[in-house]
């Protein structure tokens, strides 16, 4: 069905968009970004972000009506992004994790005194099991409760029902476990008992209530380039933002939830694959060309390429530059259509504040290239 035209975020009502927050992601940027280019491109039928980070543009085309794919090299992101195209009943996913717990405990609890700070022992058990348990498992109630799972994970402590699992700590991003022990034993705060059904199920509820019908679409966990080669449908928009350059933190920021989702029980100081490991500024603009390259391959002749990009000051570089460099070492045939300082939208600092822990924010542009070449 072709989208007549994307409301903005505003005009939605605020339960609908409930989903889209199932997990904080650094440097998501504001739904308002894809919804204003769904509506600047009526005849989309199918959407594509090839660094979809938490699914944001996922979430935009599924309520534009539209099927959209997403990529991410972070099992983090892909997680998140997968909750995005899913429609289950708040009820089926706290059967899935009522049936999980009651099935007894799984997997081994992490030893230190990381985790004996962090979460109370009957909630590290119950958070092991659950763990363990969605391990593998693809269902679209797995994959809900799994990233519900991820946003409940760490957060602040409140006085009343408790939303999150943890000890005090920040939602948006993981700290680190010497920081974090030293934090709660000066303050003598121990973790309490979270029972984690309880949680899983309020915000079940407050996220699904309303949640919008789902329009088909995959998320793969994976380099983008790599990914698109395997791909056979073929896209008319592209919506999308690569990590922009001197950000390099994706993997370590989130080791907390990276363990959730399999990794290892300490922080990960490693770049896996990130686009934004490169060496310089050619480098990373070579990188993001072969992106553009492989993103022309599955679009029709006169898709619309719509990115978000800015750069860390203390990285020094222009990013209008860096990213038409990019485009020009691509050759297939993207034409720059439009560039503009990002964000006409109320929302727009919320991408760029993301930025604000890995050195103040940057300057952010919005770009918008037409496919007129004939994709090879
Ligand atoms: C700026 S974020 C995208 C945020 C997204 N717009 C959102 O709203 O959540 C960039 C993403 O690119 C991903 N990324 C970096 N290198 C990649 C690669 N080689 N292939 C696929 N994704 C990659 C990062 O993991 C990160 O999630």
């Not at 230190?112 to 099991?129: A, H, K, Q, S």
């Amino acid at each position: 069905m072709p989208v007549t035209a994307a409301q903005p975020s505003s005009r939605w009502p605020e339960d609908v968009l409930r989903l889209n927050a199932v997990c904080p992601y650094y440097t998501m940027f504001p739904l308002d970004f894809p919804l204003r280019q769904l509506a600047a491109s009526p005849q989309a039928t199918r959407v594509l972000d090839p660094f979809c980070g938490r699914g944001t543009t996922l979430y935009a085309a599924r309520l534009a009506g539209l099927p959209s794919v997403g990529i991410d090299i972070n099992p983090v992101a892909a997680a998140i992004a997968q909750a995005k195209l899913v429609r289950v009943t708040p009820e089926a996913v706290v059967r899935l994790a009522r049936r999980i717990l009651e099935g007894g405990a799984l997997g081994s609890v992490p030893e230190g005194e990381f985790w004996e700070w962090c979460y109370e022992n009957r909630t590290l058990r119950e958070l092991v099991t659950l763990r363990e348990a969605l391990f593998e498992v693809t269902t679209p109630t797995a994959a809900m409760l799994r990233a519900i799972l991820l946003g409940i994970l760490h957060g602040p402590r409140n006085k009343n029902f408790p939303s999150y699992l943890s000890n005090q700590m920040p939602r948006t991003y993981a700290s680190k476990p010497a920081y974090a022990v030293n934090f709660w034993k000066k303050r003598d705060m121990r973790p309490v008992r979270v029972p984690a059904l309880e949680v899983i199920e309020r915000r079940a509820t407050r996220l699904l209530e309303a949640a919008p019908l789902a329009h088909g679409g995959y998320v793969y966990q994976g380099d983008s380039v790599a990914t698109l080669v395997g791909l056979r449908q073929r896209f008319d928009l592209v919506v999308t933002s690569p990590p922009y350059y001197g950000m390099r933190t994706y993997v370590a920021d989130q080791w907390l939830r990276s363990w959730f989702l399999g990794g290892p029980p300490q922080v990960p100081y490693g770049t896996h694959g990130q686009i934004a490991r490169q060496p310089n500024q050619d480098a990373f603009a070579t990188a993001l060309g072969e992106v553009w390259a492989a993103t022309a391959r599955r679009c029709h002749r006169g898709a619309r390429l719509a990115i978000r990009f800015g750069a860390l000051p203390s990285a020094r570089t222009d990013p209008e530059k860096l990213l038409r460099d990019s485009l020009k070492k691509a050759k297939s045939g993207w034409v720059v259509t439009e560039v503009q300082q990002a964000g006409t939208s109320p929302k727009r600092t919320r991408q760029a504040e993301q930025f604000g822990k890995a050195g103040s924010a940057v300057e952010e542009i919005d770009l918008v290239a037409e496919l007129i070449g004939v994709p090879r």
